[in-house]
C-alpha cells in the first residue's frame, strides 16, 4: 500500500522521517518483541528533491508491504491521536489511490528490516569519499637494489621505470584517483585517444585500474558511459600497448605520482574516511632501468635452455615473482653454473632454497620496512648459505601415489613458478614417471591469485607517490567480474591453444581431472622422446587413453572422459583379463540402482588393502579392512558370494572403451572407505531444516554441546585425542596416536584419575588451543556443528535383486520390515529443500538368509528396488562414489515432507556438433567452464534469498536458485552453462545478513531472524596464538621424558638413561634438513603475502589455516596441499630413524633397538632446543617413532579407534528403504 506524505520539514532527511515513521510501525501496536513469530514491519519512505539546497520540497510516499497494514496505521495516526514530527513539523499521510510498484511491495513483505542507521551511516560515508584526486603520472616497475656486483648492498630504495603513463606521452594519458567505496576499490581515470588501446573504443574513453596486493593492476576498458559501462560494454585487458605487453609478466608494482603535497594531504584524509590503515612515508628514487627489454630476455632465455629443466625453473622464478631482477640474474650466472657442474643431484634443490630465502626478505621489506630498505646480506651470501643447507636436505619420502611437480599459476599479466610441491599421482603421471618433470600443473587466476569470479575483500597494497614521498596504503578490493570473456579468451584460451613457454621450455595443454577443473587447474607437458624412441607429446599421450567414439561430438563429455585418467589415486594391485566380468545394471535410466557400483571379492579386497598398506605404513593395516572403495573405473563394494571371479563392473561404470589385448589390468584406488566420516551440519542444511519443521532450538542445544566439548576436550588426554580424530586434525603427525599412546604408559592431565604422570607441556597445550580455534572458527563462520552418532558414509547398492535374477535361493533383500528407528539421509550439496529424506533404517538381516549386505562395515546400503533410486533423490546423487550424511538425531528429523526435486536430463539437450570434437574445442570448453563456474555464487545467493524471503528455501526464488545450482554442478559434464543475468536476484542486494560477517568489514549487515544468525553469534571464537618462548629442556626432567626413562633403559641398557652429547648433536643436521622444509611448507602455504603471514608450526601440525579468506576453496585447496606436503616430511623424518618392516615378517630386534636409540636422540635434540622454530614439532615425529616401537616391544598396547559403523542392533552398517 503506498500512501503520500505532505508537509515535511524541508531540511529533514530521509533516515530522520524513517525514524519516526518507524516509532509508530514498530510499537507494540504492531511488534510484540515477546512473540519470537513477531517482526518488525518492514517499509520504505521516498522524498521527492527539493528544487534549491533543501534536501526535499515538503512532500513524498510512504510504501508498507500490505493494505491491512497500512488502514491500521492510517487509523492510529487519526482516530488515536498519534502524530508524527520532524523537526516539530507534523506530517500528514493519505492514501494515494495509486497501485504501488508489486517488486517492491513483495519485497518489503518477505524481507527484513533494516534499521536506517545502517544505510544513513553508509550513505554519509560514500557522499564523502565521492571525490577526484588529480594524477601526475604513472610508472610500471619494480622495486630494486642499487648493485655493481652480487656483492653490492645498498640502503637506497629505487624503482626502475619500465613503463609510464602521463599527459602527453604515449599511451593512454591519466587523469584522477578516487576510492570508490561501495565496490571496495582504488580507481584510477585513465585518458585515451581512439585506437590507442582498442579500435572500437570512442575517442573519450576511459580505462580503470585496480591495484591487488603486490600484484599488477587489472585494466578495464570502458566505453566512456556509466549506463553503457554497467551494461558490460567494456573490455578487460592484459596491457595498454605493446610497449608494456613486454614488461608486464616482470614488472608489477604502481607508482603513482600526485600533483602536489595538497593532493597527498587529501588522499590521506580520504583513507581515514575510509577506515584504511594510515599511510606510510619515505622517500623513493624513480629510473628507467629498461632491465626487461627483448634483447636481454632473449639472452637470459638462451641460457636457461641450457640448463636442466628443475635448474632452469628456480631461475625462472626468481624473475617471474620479481625476487632477482635480469641485471642481478645475470651477475649470479657464473655461481649458478659452478652450482650445476659440482652439484647435479642437488642444484635444484639448493636453488629452491635460495628462492625461499629471497621470498622472505623480499616479503619482509614490501612493507613498512620501506623506510629502511635494505638487503642486508649480498645476493652471494643467501646463494651460498642455500648451498650449506645441502648437507642436511632430506630423502622426500613419497609414496607411490605421490611425487613432486612443478606448478606455474597463470594470471592476466605474468606467470608465477612455483614448488615442486607434493601433489596426488595418476594413471599417466606413473606411466612416463622417468620423465616426471615434463608435466606441470597449470592453474588460471585472477592478479591476487584468487579465481576469476572472487568474491569481495580481498586485502591489497597500494603505493601512492607525491614528488619527493610515497605513501604505502592497505585496502580492501573486489575483483570485477564483468568483463572477463575477452580476457579469457584472450589470454587463457590463447596459452591453452598454444601452449606456454617456461624456463625456455614449451608446454603444450595436456588434460585436466574433474577435481582440478574446479580449481580451475589442469595439466600441461613438454614433449620428449622415450626410451623407445617414441616421440610421445600431448596428442599422443591422449590417443592412448582409450576409444571416445560414442562422446567424440560433444566437447564437454569428451574432456570429462580424458579426465578420468588423470584423477589422483593410488596404484594397488592388477588382474587378468579373465578375473572380471560385465553384469547387468539394476534398475532402469535415468534412475539406476547400481549407477556406477560395482562388486569384488574378499580375496580381491584384501589384496587392494595389503597393497595400499605396505606403501602407507603398517599401522593402516591394524585398521578395519575397507567393504568399498573408489576406483578408476568408479566404485566397488565387497561381494561375498563372488569366487573365482574377482571383480564384476556394469555398464554404467564404463566411461571409454580401453586399448585390447593387454594381459593385466590395474586397480587404482582413489578412495578406500577405512572408516567412517563424522556427520555436521553446514548452513544450507540448517535452512532447509529450519523450513522442514525442525525447532532453532534444536540446533541451538547441539552447538552449545558441541561448544562444551571444544571447552572439555583438555580435561583429559582421552578427550583431547578424541577431539583431534573427530575433527581429523593432527593426522599427518599421527597426534591421535602419540595421545593414546601416552595415556597407554599411564600419562594423563593433571587431576586426571588414575595416572602414573601428568602431561605438563606448553607445546600440547597450544595444539590444544589451535585445535580449538579450528574447530570454533568452522562453528561460527560455516555452523559446521558435529551430529553424535550420526555418520558420513559411502553410497552402495544391495546387490540382492542381483542375487534373484541368478536364481540364487532365499534371497534378502531391503524393503518393508523390521524397522528399528526414523533417520535422515542427505547428500552435500543441499540446496533444494527436497534434497533431504527421511528414510527408515533397516535392522539386522534374519539369519540363514542370503544377504549380499551382511558384513559389510562403514556404508549406507541403499535398496534397489522401487521406481526411482534413493541416491537420484538426494541432490541428483548416484552411487560411483558419493558419501551419504545418515543423522539419527531425533531433533533434525524434519516433520514437514517436501518432494525431491527432478534431476533427470532432458534428451537431446546435451550440447552437440555434427563433427568430431577437438583438443580446441576442450580449449574453449575449459575457457567457458572459468567463466561459468557460479556454483559458489548461487550457493551463497540461494542462502542470502532464503535468509531474507520469509518463505526460506521454500520460495520460488530458491528453487529456481536450487535448479540453477545442479545444472552449475553438471555443467563439466552436461556442457550447459548458467546464465547468472537469470537467475534471482537477492531481495536486499546492498546489505548482508549478520551471520556472513567476518572480522571487522565496512559491509553493512542486518540483524538475522533465522537460526544462522543466534548460532553465529552465540559462538566465541578461539584465543589468539601468542608468541611464545618455550624453555629448552636439557636435562630431559619434562614429564613426557620422565614417562620414558623407565622403557629407554629397559630395552637400551643405558643404566641412567643418558644420551651422549655427541650422540645427540648428530640429529643436528636431519633438524637442520626437517626445519628447512617446515619452513619452506609455512611460507608456501600462506594464504596472505604480507610480510610477517606464514603459518605457524602449530598450524601444519594440526593441518589447519587459521586466516581466513574470501575464498573459501583455496583456503581448503592450500590446506590439503600443506597436509599432504607436511605428511611427506614426516615419512622422511622418520624413515631416517626407523625404516620399520612388514608386519608378517618377525621383529628384528637389533635394528628396532637401534631405531629407539636414534628417535631418544631426536627427541632429546628437539627438547635441548625447543625455542628454536622446528624443534618440538621435530620432538612430536621422535615420540611418534619412540611410542611404535615401544608398542612392537610388546611394552603396551595402543588403544585404536573404533571403525566399525553400526546400530545398536548388530548391523554392521545402514541399510535404508524411503519412507
Not at 4 to 17: E, G, M, P, R
Not at 123 to 133: C, G, V
Not at 607 to 617: E, F, H, S
Request: some cysteine.
Amino acid at each position: 500500500m503506498e500512501l503520500d506524505l505532505t508537509s515535511v520539514d524541508h531540511s529533514a532527511s530521509l533516515w530522520d522521517v524513517k525514524r519516526a515513521v518507524g516509532a509508530v510501525l514498530h510499537s507494540n501496536v504492531f511488534y510484540n518483541p515477546d512473540d519470537p513469530k513477531s517482526q518488525r514491519i518492514n517499509f520504505d519512505v521516498k522524498l521527492n528533491e527539493g528544487i534549491t539546497a533543501t534536501r526535499n520540497n515538503g512532500t513524498g510516499k510512504l510504501i508498507l508491504p500490505s493494505p491491512l497494514i497500512g488502514n491500521k496505521f492510517l487509523r492510529i495516526i487519526r482516530d488515536h491521536g498519534t502524530a508524527i514530527a520532524v523537526n516539530g513539523r507534523k506530517i500528514f499521510f493519505a492514501r494515494t489511490g495509486k497501485p504501488a510498484d508489486r517488486q517492491l511491495i513483495t519485497r518489503l513483505a518477505i524481507t527484513p528490516y533494516v534499521a536506517p542507521e545502517l544505510e544513513e551511516a553508509l550513505s554519509d560515508k560514500m557522499a564523502r569519499l565521492d571525490y577526484l584526486i588529480p594524477l601526475e603520472k604513472i610508472q610500471i616497475g619494480v622495486f630494486f637494489r642499487e648493485s655493481s656486483g652480487p656483492r653490492a648492498v645498498s640502503s637506497r630504495c629505487l624503482f626502475s621505470n619500465e613503463y609510464e603513463l602521463r599527459p602527453g606521452g604515449p599511451g593512454p594519458g591519466v587523469r584522477y584517483l578516487k576510492i570508490d567505496y561501495s565496490r571496495k576499490i582504488f580507481r584510477v581515470q585513465l585518458q585515451a585517444q581512439i585506437g590507442e588501446i582498442n579500435s572500437s573504443v570512442s575517442s573519450s574513453s576511459y580505462g580503470y585500474l585496480q591495484r591487488f596486493r603486490g600484484s599488477p593492476a587489472t585494466v578495464l576498458l570502458l566505453a566512456g558511459d556509466d549506463y553503457q559501462d554497467n551494461r558490460k560494454f567494456r573490455d578487460r585487458i592484459r596491457s595498454f600497448d605493446r610497449a608494456h605487453d613486454l614488461v608486464a609478466p616482470y614488472a608489477h608494482h604502481l607508482r603513482i605520482t600526485l600533483q602536489g603535497e595538497e593532493d597527498t594531504a587529501t588522499f590521506a584524509r580520504l583513507c581515514t574516511i575510509a577506515g584504511l590503515a594510515s599511510p606510510i612515508h619515505t622517500v623513493v628514487e624513480a629510473e628507467a632501468r629498461k632491465l626487461y627489454i627483448p634483447q636481454t630476455m632473449r639472452q637470459l632465455n638462451m641460457w636457461l635452455n641450457s640448463l636442466p629443466f628443475p635448474v632452469a625453473f628456480q631461475n625462472e622464478a626468481c624473475i617471474r615473482n620479481g625476487l632477482l631482477t635480469t641485471k642481478e640474474l645475470q651477475e649470479l650466472r657464473t655461481e649458478i653454473e659452478r652450482l650445476h657442474q659440482e652439484e647435479p643431484l642437488h642444484a635444484a634443490d639448493i636453488l629452491r632454497h635460495f628462492v625461499e630465502i629471497l621470498l622472505r626478505e623480499h616479503r619482509s621489506s614490501s612493507l613498512g620496512t620501506l623506510r629502511e630498505y635494505r638487503r642486508e646480506r649480498t645476493l652471494l651470501n643467501h646463494l651460498r648459505a642455500a648451498r650449506e643447507r645441502k648437507a642436511s636436505f632430506l630423502d622426500k619420502r613419497q609414496n607411490a601415489g605421490t611425487f613432486l611437480c612443478h606448478h606455474v599459476t597463470v594470471t592476466p599479466t605474468r606467470f608465477i613458478p612455483e614448488g615442486p610441491y607434493a601433489i596426488q599421482s595418476n594413471r599417466v603421471i606413473r606411466k612416463y614417471s622417468d620423465y616426471r618433470t615434463n608435466f606441470i600443473r597449470v592453474d588460471f587466476k585472477d592478479e591476487d591469485r584468487v579465481q576469476y569470479r572472487s568474491t569481495p575483500d580481498v586485502s591489497i597494497y597500494l603505493p601512492i607517490v607525491t614528488p619527493v614521498s610515497l605513501t604505502y596504503v592497505h585496502v580492501l578490493s573486489k575483483v570485477d567480474d564483468k568483463s572477463l570473456r575477452s580476457l579469457l579468451d584472450e589470454r587463457v584460451g590463447r596459452i591453452l591453444k598454444e601452449g606456454l613457454d617456461i624456463a625456455a621450455r614449451h608446454f603444450e595443454f595436456l588434460a585436466y581431472s574433474n577435481s582440478a577443473l574446479h580449481s580451475h587447474a589442469v595439466w600441461f607437458v613438454h614433449p620428449f622422446t622415450d626410451k623407445t624412441g617414441q616421440y610421445v607429446d600431448a596428442q599422443h599421450i591422449r590417443t592412448g587413453l582409450g576409444d571416445f567414439s560414442k562422446v567424440i561430438h560433444n566437447p564437454s563429455l569428451y574432456a570429462a572422459r580424458i579426465a578420468q585418467a588423470f584423477s589422483a589415486t593410488d596404484p594397488s594391485v592388477s588382474i587378468k583379463q579373465e578375473q572380471w566380468e560385465e553384469v547387468q545394471d539394476l534398475g532402469e535410466k535415468p534412475y539406476l540402482f547400481t549407477d556406477g557400483c560395482g562388486t569384488i571379492s574378499p580375496d580381491l579386497a584384501s589384496l587392494i588393502w595389503d597393497a595400499l598398506c605396505k606403501d602407507r605404513g603398517e599401522h593402516h593395516k591394524r585398521k578395519t579392512l575397507p567393504s568399498a572403495y573408489q576406483i578408476r573405473f568408479l566404485g566397488i563394494v565387497v561381494d561375498p558370494e563372488l569366487k573365482s571371479i574377482k571383480m564384476r563392473l556394469r555398464p554404467s561404470m564404463r566411461k571409454f572403451e580401453v586399448p585390447q589385448g593387454e594381459e593385466d589390468a590395474e586397480i587404482e584406488i582413489a578412495k578406500a572407505f577405512e572408516r567412517a566420516g563424522e556427520a555436521h551440519l553446514n548452513r544450507s542444511l540448517i535452512m532447509i531444516l529450519e523450513d522442514r519443521g525442525v525447532q532453532k532450538a534444536s540446533f541451538m542445544r547441539l552447538q552449545n554441546d558441541a561448544i562444551s566439548d571444544i571447552h572439555t576436550a583438555s580435561d583429559t588426554l582421552e578427550q583431547a585425542g578424541q577431539f583431534l580424530r573427530g575433527h581429523a586434525l593432527g593426522m599427518s603427525f599421527n597426534l591421535y596416536y602419540i595421545m593414546e599412546g601416552l595415556r597407554a604408559m599411564g600419562m594423563g592431565i593433571q587431576d586426571e584419575d588414575g595416572i602414573k604422570y601428568a602431561l605438563a607441556d606448553a607445546f600440547f597445550d597450544r595444539l590444544i588451543t589451535v585445535s580449538k580455534s579450528t574447530v570454533l572458527r568452522d562453528l561460527k563462520y560455516k555452523a559446521r556443528i558435529p551430529i553424535k552418532d550420526s555418520y558420513h558414509l559411502l553410497g552402495v547398492a544391495d546387490e540382492g535383486p542381483a542375487y534373484e535374477r541368478e536364481g540364487k535361493p532365499n534371497v534378502y533383500m531391503l524393503k518393508a520390515g523390521e524397522i528399528f528407528g526414523p533417520v535422515t539421509i542427505s547428500r552435500s550439496p543441499t540446496v533444494h529443500p527436497g534434497d533431504i529424506q527421511r528414510v527408515r533404517a533397516i535392522g539386522e538381516p534374519p539369519k540363514g538368509k542370503l544377504c549380499s549386505f551382511r558384513d559389510l562395515k562403514n556404508v549406507v546400503v541403499l535398496p534397489s528396488v522401487g521406481t526411482r533410486s534413493l541416491a537420484s533423490c538426494l541432490g541428483g546423487g548416484d552411487l560411483d562414489g558419493d558419501e551419504y550424511q545418515i543423522i539419527q538425531e531425533k531433533s533434525l528429523l524434519p516433520s514437514e515432507h517436501v518432494e525431491p526435486a527432478k534431476y533427470d536430463e532432458p534428451e537431446g539437450e546435451r550440447p552437440t556438433q555434427d563433427r568430431f570434437s577437438t583438443i580446441d574445442d576442450i580449449c574453449d570448453f575449459v575457457v567457458e567452464y572459468i567463466l561459468s563456474d557460479v556454483v559458489g555464487l548461487l550457493a551463497d545467493r540461494h542462502l542470502v534469498v532464503a535468509d531474507q524471503s520469509k518463505f526460506g528455501t521454500l520460495d520460488s526464488r530458491c528453487i529456481e536458485l536450487a535448479k540453477l545450482c545442479s545444472q552449475a554442478t553438471d555443467y563439466p559434464k552436461r556442457g550447459i552453462p548458467v546464465n547468472m543475468s537469470d537467475a534471482p536476484r537477492r531481495l536486499w542486494p546492498s546489505i548482508e545478513p549478520d551471520w556472513k560477517q567476518v572480522g571487522d568489514s565496512n559491509t553493512v549487515y542486518y540483524k538475522s531472524c533465522r537460526a544462522l544468525g543466534p548460532l553465529y553469534h552465540d559462538v566465541p571464537l578461539g584465543e589468539k596464538l601468542q608468541p611464545l618462548a618455550i624453555p629448552a629442556a636439557t636435562d630431559l626432567s619434562d614429564s613426557i621424558s620422565e614417562a620414558l626413562k623407565p622403557y629407554i633403559s629397559k630395552h637400551l641398557g643405558l643404566g641412567d638413561w643418558a644420551n651422549r652429547d655427541g650422540d645427540v648433536l648428530e640429529m643436528g643436521s636431519l633438524f637442520r634438513g626437517y626445519t628447512n622444509e617446515l619452513s619452506s611448507t609455512c611460507l608456501a602455504h600462506s594464504l596472505s603475502e604480507s610480510p610477517d603471514s606464514r603459518l605457524s608450526e602449530e598450524e601444519v601440525v594440526i593441518g589447519t589455516i587459521l586466516a581466513h579468506d574470501a575464498q573459501a576453496r583455496r583456503r581448503s585447496d592450500l590446506t590439503y596441499r600443506m597436509r599432504l606436503h607436511s605428511g611427506m616430511l614426516v615419512r622422511s623424518v622418520k624413515m631416517k630413524l626407523y625404516q620399520g618392516q612388514h608386519s608378517d615378517q618377525p621383529l628384528d630386534q637389533g635394528a628396532a633397538r637401534y631405531g629407539l636409540s636414534l628417535a631418544w636422540r631426536a627427541w632429546e635434540f628437539g627438547m635441548r632446543n625447543r625455542e628454536k622454530f622446528g624443534a618440538n614439532s621435530f620432538a612430536l615425529i621422535a615420540l611418534g617413532s619412540i611410542l611404535e616401537l615401544l608398542e612392537l616391544f610388546g611394552d603396551f598396547e595402543v588403544k585404536r579407534p573404533h571403525e566399525k559403523v553400526g546400530s545398536d542392533r548388530g548391523s554392521n552398517g545402514f541399510e535404508m528403504e524411503l519412507v
